[in-house]
Each structure stands twice: as C-alpha cells, then as structure tokens.
C-alpha cells in the first residue's frame, strides 16, 4: 500500500514540471492571433430559434383542447379513441404496411450509400 502512495505521488509531482517556454508569450500571440480592439469579442453566432413563440390564439387554442379533454375525462366518456382501439388500428396499419416501408427504408439507404 505505501508502495502505492509514493508511485501516485511521483506521478502528482511529474505533473508539476513546467515547459522549457515558461513566462514567454505563445507564438498564436506573437503572430497577431491576439489583438486589443477596444471591443468586447463576438463569441459565435446568435442562436435561431427553431419555432416561433405560442402567440395568444394558440395559447387560447391549447387552452379549450385541454379543457375539452378534462370535461371528457370527467364524465367518463372515451375520447375521440380508446386506447384499444387505438391500438388495434396501428397493429393493423403495421401488419399491412411494415414490409412495404421497410422495403421503402432499404431501398433508400442503399442508394445513399
């Protein structure tokens, strides 16, 4: 175990070493990498947003869908489509369409590669 610690410690301390160019400027700042504009850097570019804000008619529109899905809840009535046969229809549409988009999928991966 001791042994351990003094190896671990050798390898803290060759950590420590400092370069033969210590205290001396990199060479990026002596080519004029670096330069002081009197401004402050432009890091990047300004970020687009990928959609635009929710405006007050959506906000609105959200706002009836959820209450017309709470009023449906609560008088337990089924929505537009149960679960089942929500799930029903998508086996189905799997059943008679998986191969045909697969196919789909294939032919197009190998023509891009």
Known sequence: MRKLVVVGLL????????????GKPSQAALDGGMSNTGEY??????????TSQLGPAGTASLRSNLADARASQNTGEPGPETY????????????????????????????NN
Request: contains cysteine; glycine residues 10%; positive net charge.
């Open 84 to 111: 089942a046969e929500k799930l029903r229809r998508l086996r189905k549409l799997g059943l008679l369409h998986g191969n045909e988009t697969l196919a789909q999928i294939e032919a197009t991966a190998a023509a």
């Open 41 to 50: 850097p432009k890091i990047g570019r300004i970020p687009v947003p990928a």
């Open 11 to 22: 390898f803290a301390l060759a950590g420590c070493q400092t370069s033969a160019g210590e």
